[in-house]
């Protein structure tokens, strides 16, 4: 018999093991980061402005000296550098400037956008209910990814990339069916039909992920 208590579905898009997030292909960057905008205004209430930070990596297409000049005149010193909003259309264009010739080159100098938000219901606007990661213990279902919450993490550089973690707390198959192919239609990626998982309660106060079918999936129809 199920015991008593909240549950949730997830999905981590995507782990380590898979990549770490999903790529974005061919889409340009400043479209990448439009569209990961629109998700977050459309469909969620974020919890605090998105974190939007200029990276400068070790792998990937070194900076040259006079980008980096221009990098440290422009936005400040350092390989890790805050920005703030009015900054973040200059950044993109200088990210333009200085990309590597072609995609299949990483480039040295990354923009990265992260945010924690909670999931909207898009029949009543508001939020889902019960996602509060105190319900669950403190119970993770990624790394920093109490239940009850979800974040992403948009990587932009000459290609753009999208880390994407969703919670959905005492979800019924109506609340999948008319909340998850809404959120599929406004990310800039396609959720994997993998790497989904059913959270419940445990003798011990605690909870269990189990691997589940992926219900978006699910409520598509069948192929022909």
């Not at 018999?1 to 889409?27: E, K």
């Amino acid at each position: 018999m199920a015991l008593a208590g909240p549950t949730a579905i997830t999905y981590v898009g995507l782990p380590i093991s898979a990549g770490g997030a999903h790529s974005l292909g061919r889409m340009p960057v400043a479209t990448a980061y439009e569209r990961t905008l629109h998700f977050l205004s459309s469909c969620t209430r974020l919890l605090l402005p998105p974190t939007h930070r200029l990276l400068v990596s070790d792998i990937g297409v070194p900076l040259r000296p006079p980008e980096r000049a221009e990098l440290r005149r422009r936005f400040g010193d350092g390989d890790l550098i805050d920005l703030q909003p009015e900054q973040i259309p200059d950044a993109l264009g200088f990210l333009a400037d200085i990309s590597p010739p072609t995609a299949k080159q990483m480039g040295g100098l990354w923009l990265t956008v992260d945010a924690r938000f909670r999931i909207l219901d898009p029949q009543t606007g508001g939020l889902l209910p019960g996602q509060d990661p105190e319900r669950y213990a403190g119970v993770q279902y990624q790394w920093d990814d109490p239940l009850g919450s979800s974040r992403l993490a948009l990587s932009l550089h000459s290609r753009a990339t999208l880390a994407v973690d969703l919670c959905l707390p005492d979800a019924d198959d109506a609340v999948l069916d008319r909340v998850l192919p809404w959120l599929q239609t406004n990310l800039p990626c396609k959720l994997s039909s993998k790497h989904w998982m059913h959270w419940t309660p445990t003798k011990t106060g605690s909870f269990k992920g189990r691997k589940m079918a992926s219900p978006l999936h699910r409520s598509e129809p069948p192929s022909t």
